[in-house]
């Protein structure tokens, strides 16, 4: 069973750098991983993934090339860096895994995630 858990959130101002990570207790070898955001009263979002082999990384079109997943296989880590960082960032980070060679956009399709990290950016 993996178990994820996602660090590094807190508030920063406009323009700022955040980077994000997500431990995993269990082999995540295999699984393509994800990032999504869910800001207050929205639907969960996918900002991004990258599948276990390295293919990759996708992200959703909307982040202009501000964010930037990698991931660490021997340390079983993901990352999320997140440059020039804006007020509709503002959210609870998710970092989701599913044994799928690739990433997906839709939240249903992951079978593990973690308790989520609060980014909140002021103007």
């Known amino acids: 069973q993996v178990q994820l858990a996602e660090s590094g959130g807190g508030s920063v101002q406009a323009g700022d750098s955040l980077t994000l990570s997500c431990a995993a207790t269990?082999?995540?070898?295999?699984?393509?991983m994800a990032w999504f955001r869910q800001a207050p009263g929205k639907e969960r979002i996918f900002v991004g993934g990258?599948?276990?082999?390295?293919?990759?990384?996708n992200y959703a079109d909307s982040l202009s090339g501000r964010f930037e997943i990698s991931r660490d296989n021997n340390k079983e880590t993901l990352v999320l860096q997140m440059n020039n960082l804006k007020p509709e960032d503002t959210a609870v980070y998710y970092c989701?895994?599913?044994?799928?060679?690739?990433?997906?956009?839709?939240?249903?399709?992951?079978?593990?995630w973690g308790q989520g990290t609060r980014v909140t950016v002021s103007s």
């Open positions: 269990g082999s995540t070898v295999r699984y393509t």
């Open positions: 989701e895994g599913r044994t799928g060679r690739t990433p997906s956009p839709r939240t249903y399709d992951y079978r593990c």
């Open positions: 990258i599948s276990w082999d390295g293919n990759g990384p």
